[in-house]
Each structure stands twice: as C-alpha cells, then as structure tokens.
C-alpha cells in the first residue's frame, strides 16, 4: 500500500472518530473553514489570483442559505446547495469585472468589491443588519433525517466536506487543472499557445466563489446563525492565513492550515486579546521557519530523504519563491 | 532608404498570398511620439527561413512583436495566409497557425516536460475546460507529447520539472511546446541569447529540423546563426528597412556595414 492511501485511510478513520472524542462544533468549524480554505488554495495556490475579499463569498452564501430555510423550508442540503449556487453567480459578476487586472490591482478591486457586499448585508433588510440572521432552522437531511443534534450533523458536515476536497482534488488533477497551472506559471505563454488566460481564471474564480460559498451555506448550518463577520475583511484575512500556514499550492494544505488556525483560536480563546499576539507570533515563525507552508515544508523533506536514499545529491530543498512567481526560465 | 536586393520590395505591390505566407504592409507603430517602426513592409516566402537584425534599438523586436500580434500596430496591416489579422490577438492569431515563442525562455516551470507540451496539445483537443474529469481525459495526447519530446532530445526528462531543466534544455523545450501547436509560421524571439557555444550549434540544428514543411521568422543577434540557418535576412535600421536579400547579399552591402560598423564605435 502506498503511504498515501495509508494517510488517507488513517486520516479518514480519525475523522469518523473525532466527535466521540472533541466537541462536534469545533470540529465541523474547522471543516467548513477547510472548505473554504480549499477554495482559496484554488485560486492562490493555482490560479496565482490573490483574492483580497473572499469572505463575500462565504458570507453571501451564509446569508443565502440562512434566508432559503427560514422561509421555504427546504432541506438543509438543497440550502447549502442554493447559498453555494449564489455564491457562484456573485463570484461570476465579479471575476467577470475583475479579472482582467493582475497582482495588486486584482487584489485592490475584489477587496473593494467585498467591502460593497458587506455594507449591502449591513443594510438590508433580511440579513438583520448588526444582529445577523437568528435562529435559522436545520431542517431534516434529504427531508427525512433528523439532524438537530450536533453528533449526527458532524457526519453530514463530513460528508459534504469530503465531496469539496474530492472535487477540489479533481479539479486541481484535470486537463483543466493542467491548463489553469500553466496560466499560474506563464500566463503570456498560454495566451501564445491560442488560449484566453482571462477566461481560463474566471472559470476557477468561479468555481473556487461556489466552494467559499458552499463553506458559508456549511457554517450557517452549524451555527444556526449567519453575521457581518462571515463576510468581513478579517475572515477574507482569516483565509489567506490558513492558505500560507498550510503551504500554498499543496493539496492537503489548506487542510492543515484550517485545522490549526481554527484549533489556535480556540485554545487562545482564554488569553483573551492576548490571543491575537500569540496567532501573530505563531504565524511570523511560519513564515520565517516553514516558507512554504506545513505541508510544503514536509513534502520538500521527504523528498529530499527520498533522494539521498537513491544516494544523488547531498543539498537541501530549494526553497521555491511563490506560486505567482515565473521561476528562473 | 530601403535598398532592395533581392529584385523588388518584398513586402511592396509586388508581394501577393500565394508567394507570402506573413505579409506586413506600411506597418507603423509608435511609442508616445517615438516611432520605433516606420512604414514597414516586409514579406516572408512560405517555407522559408527569414531573419530579422539590426543593431540594437533598430525595432526588430518591435517589429517582431507586431506580426507576432503581442503589440497592436499604430498603422498598417498585417495578413496572414490571405486573411488580414490587424485586429486580432496573440491567442486568435496562435490558433491560425502562427506561434510566436518568446525571448526570455517560456516554459511552465512547475509542470513537468510531458506536462509542458501537453498544455500546448490541449489547445486543440477540446478538454481545456472539463475540469470534472480526471487526466485521463488527456492521456491520449501521451503518446505525441513524446513524440514531440523525443523531436528535440528531451526523451529523458520527460517527467522532470521545467524548472530544473538547463538552459538550453528549456529552449528546446519551448520549441517543442511551440511545435505541439503544428503552425504554419513559427516566430523565434533570439532562439539563442543567453547561450553558451556548445548550445548554440544543437539549437541551430534543431530550429533546422523544426522548419521542414513551415515557415520561420526570427529575431536573431548571432550572425553566424543567421548564416547557417536563413534564406532571407531583413535588415533594419531607425525602425525602416536597411536591406533585404540573402545572407551574401545583405552582408556586403555597404549600407549595412556601415550601420553595424557604425554601431560598434558608438
């Protein structure tokens, strides 16, 4: 057996176990964010689209799905469903105007763009403005199973977390995937082998907009809640960390980087603002010790044990730059 | 200015679609009042292999960079195979058949060779969207991927990142990507800056073998190469054409010994 199977296999018994041993919430909060992790890492990791504002998805979707069971009843899985279809379509209008620009721009005018949704749900009627949408029913899974203790809807959360990360997984190792890694790499060389770059980034901003949003319609579920901090700049940065404590471009990075943050936040729950001091702390030494990301970091290392077995070169792991940069060719 | 060697202006009245797979016609293009190409006509022969030079700031990129659609012209018109493609863009123009590599080499440094030259192979196949389906959908392009790797002598580093590839590895590879594309004109951004000698020679034989049954425009410093390799050589000079004509023809002419003689005391 491969040791990746191995991993998987482990990695899929502890999460069957996990709720008899942790609190189920803090467990599915950590999976929603791994969602949505999962959907940034497909822009930034592989598109190279640093999206300064992606809570607007996640929030949107929170909204969206809250507003879909509290006023039609639907089963919780079409609502999710519908919060991340939302999302999508808000992902299509603003990749659509946004996309075009690179860099720092892009990233200047998806923040503008998230600021604008967010002062939308502070003013509107249905979100409840400051108070956020209350009470929002978790109505029965596929109409027919009770799901309002948090036990039985960790396994649902799983569920669909899982169907994320196959369908990230999927997209990321499809010709599709191929191309939009190519257009990360050298977007001008695509555009000269007959490709529209432009159009090849706005099918991932989409698709990455639909998974945020499919993380927001999750955490909505959860908590039976939905509020402006969903769709606030400092969950936009919340992500954006998880990416880079993960390890950019990896696979199972965002995995990683959801699940420590999410674990930081709460165990530094009692420091109080000290908190923030330490998550600042933790993530500096990150970034000077481990550059590309948990998963990064050990992925380099074990290629690099793999190659002094073959017995081929003494030298460390380059440290790769970003996954926007071009490389030395 | 422009002295014609080679019996009439190549790119002139004279020049019609059947002789001429590119034609560049009164191309002008201008960078915020500075003219960096004026009034350019220039001809490529089907099959052949055409040089751009001149000494530096001479607009041979520039030029280049117009007929390859990466800069829109000021004035002029550009066709190719009959069609005028003055207005459209690198990927329109790519998918016509006319691919341009680019100077600094274009690879995809974290995908592997195979990878590399199968994102070209995609352009064609029709999967370039189905981001549902696994790489198998794709692994019908293998097998001319290899193929294409083999053309070029990279049999061996089929699986290896484009980033660890040598220099002149990475050319070749570019030359494979870009023949993944089967074009009819290949455009050559200086296949050789930045190399050494003992890659100049196998880049030199390869551009050869890469040209059977198309056309080549290049944009090319080393004179040697030139010789080797071309039929027709343009020289520019202030943006206008110096002279045009074989590598003999073109070498002795006084007015483009002077401008290279000219550029080197400068």
Redesign the interface.
């Given at each position: 057996m491969k040791p990746a199977h191995l991993a998987l296999i482990l990695g899929f018994a502890a999460a069957l176990a996990a709720p008899f041993y942790f609190y189920p919430v803090l467990l599915m909060t950590i999976l929603c964010f791994v969602v949505f992790a999962c959907s940034f890492n497909l822009l930034l990791g592989y598109t190279g689209l640093l999206c300064f504002g992606h809570a607007m998805f996640f929030g949107t979707a929170a909204y969206m799905t809250g507003l879909a069971l509290k006023t039609t009843g639907i089963s919780v899985e079409l609502a999710i469903a519908f919060g991340a279809l939302v999302a999508g379509l808000l992902g299509l209008l603003v990749g659509y105007l946004a996309i075009r620009r690179q860099g720092i721009q892009f990233a200047m005018i998806t923040l503008a763009f998230s600021q604008l949704v967010f002062f939308f749900l502070l003013q509107s009627e249905f979100t409840g403005g400051e108070d956020g949408m209350q009470s929002i029913p978790r109505t029965p899974l596929f109409g027919l199973v009770n799901v309002d203790d948090s036990f039985n809807y960790y396994y649902v959360i799983l569920a669909l977390t899982i169907l994320a990360v196959a369908a990230y997984y999927r997209i990321v190792n499809s010709p599709y995937g191929e191309v939009l890694k190519a257009v990360r790499d050298n977007q001008q060389r695509v555009e000269s082998l007959g490709f529209s770059p432009e159009r090849v980034k706005l099918v991932a901003f989409v698709l990455s907009a639909t998974m945020a949003g499919m993380a927001g319609g999750m955490k909505a579920t959860v908590y039976q809640f939905a509020t402006l901090t969903d769709a606030s700049w400092q969950v936009s940065g919340e992500v954006i960390i998880m990416t880079l404590l993960g390890g950019l471009g990896t696979l199972s990075g965002p995995l990683f980087g959801a699940g420590i943050i999410i674990w930081l936040n709460d165990e530094l729950a009692g420091f109080g603002e000290w908190a923030l001091i330490l998550q600042g702390a933790i993530l500096l030494a990150v970034i000077i010790f481990f550059r590309r990301g948990f998963v990064g970091e050990l992925s380099a290392l074990f290629r690099w044990v793999a190659r002094k077995r073959r017995g081929d070169g003494g030298t460390p792991p380059p440290v790769q730059e970003g996954a926007t940069a071009t490389g030395p060719g | 200015m422009a002295t014609s060697m080679a019996g009439g202006l190549a790119g002139g009245p004279g020049a019609t679609g059947e002789d001429h797979v590119l034609i560049g016609r009164d191309l002008t293009k201008v960078f915020g009042g500075f003219a960096a190409v004026k009034h350019v006509n220039l001809a490529v022969r089907r099959g052949s292999i055409h040089a751009l030079i001149g000494p530096n700031g001479a607009g041979k990129t520039t030029c280049f960079n117009l007929l390859?659609k990466?800069l829109q012209p000021t004035g002029g018109q550009i066709i190719f195979d009959g069609e005028d493609i003055s207005k459209l863009?690198?990927?329109?123009v790519?998918?016509r058949g006319l691919?341009?590599?680019?100077q600094?080499?274009?690879?995809?440094?974290?995908?592997t060779a195979l990878?590399?030259v199968?994102?070209?192979l995609?352009?064609?196949?029709g999967?370039?969207?189905?981001?549902?389906?696994?790489?198998r959908?794709?692994a019908p392009l293998n097998a001319r991927a290899e193929e294409l790797l083999d053309q070029v002598g990279l049999a061996d580093n089929r699986h290896t990142t484009?980033?660890e590839?040598s220099?002149g590895k990475?050319r070749a590879l570019e030359i494979a990507?870009t023949l993944a594309?089967e074009p009819r004109v290949m455009l050559l951004d200086e296949p050789t800056a930045g190399m050494g000698h003992e890659d100049i020679e196998p880049i030199t034989q390869l551009i050869k073998r890469a040209a059977e049954g198309r056309t080549v425009l290049l944009v090319e410093h080393n004179l040697s190469v030139v010789s080797t390799l071309c039929d027709t050589i343009t020289v520019l000079q202030h943006g206008e054409i110096l002279a045009e004509g074989s590598y003999e023809d073109v070498s002795n002419n006084p007015d483009v010994v002077t401008a290279y003689m000219g550029g080197v005391d400068e």
């Open positions: - | 390859t990466t863009r690198t990927a329109e790519a998918k691919v341009r590599s680019f600094i080499s274009a690879t995809f440094p974290n995908l990878e590399n199968r994102v070209a995609q352009s064609k196949f999967a370039a969207y189905h981001f549902w389906r696994s790489l959908a794709v484009a980033a590839l220099y990475k990507t594309l």
